[in-house]
């Protein structure tokens, strides 16, 4: 445990914008695994709230407006995705980590699909665990910190200060992931980025060279903005993607 002090405490310290602490909802029954991630995390000087239930889980997230949630996929009433889902249909796109015990590639699929933005398995690394969230933070903050700006490539547009995204004047919901990944493209139009340089810049950390992670998400993006348009992010095979406007 010293050691993962003198890990964590290297680290700048992060806050909410208005100076407050970072708020953490986190759900597990774990007793053992929530009391090692509420101090890790306490040493970041976060406030942590665990929830032991899916149930109270979506009412502690009702009452207390998480920055960003740790969320286990086997509880004991309900399941991690109909926790999500019930905390998406509230109307915030929260950042959520899944925390689970399921490591096969479906499981994390699933996760991924069901608009989870990152999954880690048990056993795990608190240090990776806090750097993980601290890239998922550090990307919705961009969002708020930054002046408002609307990016236009073609059709589509992003405002980056509304975190709204539309194609031909539809609105697209996209995750914290999603919307952060085509922002990199459209900042970036009709520059072919490597996977290496998506996986860089998207996740803010090593994802251990499962650079496969990004074909996953470019597909995300694909379905939800194409539908029966012409496609805006193409392959550049042995590279990696590029998007351009509709010819």
């Known amino acids: 445990m010293e050691r993962r002090r003198a890990v964590l405490a290297q680290l700048p310290r992060m806050y909410r914008s208005d ?7 986190l759900v597990d029954d774990e007793q053992v695994l929530t009391d090692l991630v509420k101090l890790a995390l306490g040493y970041e000087g976060w406030s942590v709230e665990v929830a032991a239930t899916g149930r109270s ?5 009702k009452a207390n407006r998480p920055d960003v949630v740790v969320l286990d996929i086997m509880l004991p009433d309900l399941d991690g995705l109909s926790v999500l889902s019930g905390m998406r249909a509230l109307g915030r796109s929260t950042p959520t980590l899944f925390l689970t015990a399921k490591d096969s590639i479906d499981d994390r699929i699933i996760g991924l699909t069901a608009g989870g933005d990152d999954y880690m398995t048990k056993p795990f690394s608190l240090e990776e665990l806090v ?32 975190y709204e995204v539309r194609r031909a004047g539809e609105e697209i919901a996209l995750t914290t992931t999603e919307f952060e990944l085509l922002r990199y493209f459209m900042r970036n139009p009709r520059r072919v980025l490597t996977r290496a340089q998506i996986l860089d810049r998207v996740w803010n950390y090593d994802f251990a060279g499962r650079v496969n992670i990004v074909d996953l998400y470019v597909s995300y993006l694909r379905k939800k903005l194409d539908g ?15 998007l351009r406007g509709p010819e």
């Open 19 to 25: 100076g407050s602490p970072i708020r953490v909802l």
């Open 57 to 61: 889980a979506i009412e502690a997230y």
């Open 131 to 162: 750097a993980r969230l601290r890239g998922l933070l550090r990307r919705t903050a961009e969002g708020v910190l930054e002046e408002d700006h609307v990016l236009v490539v073609g059709d589509l547009t992003l405002d980056e200060s509304s």
């Open 228 to 242: 029966d348009r012409s496609t805006m992010i193409h392959t550049v095979r042995g590279v990696g993607y590029v």
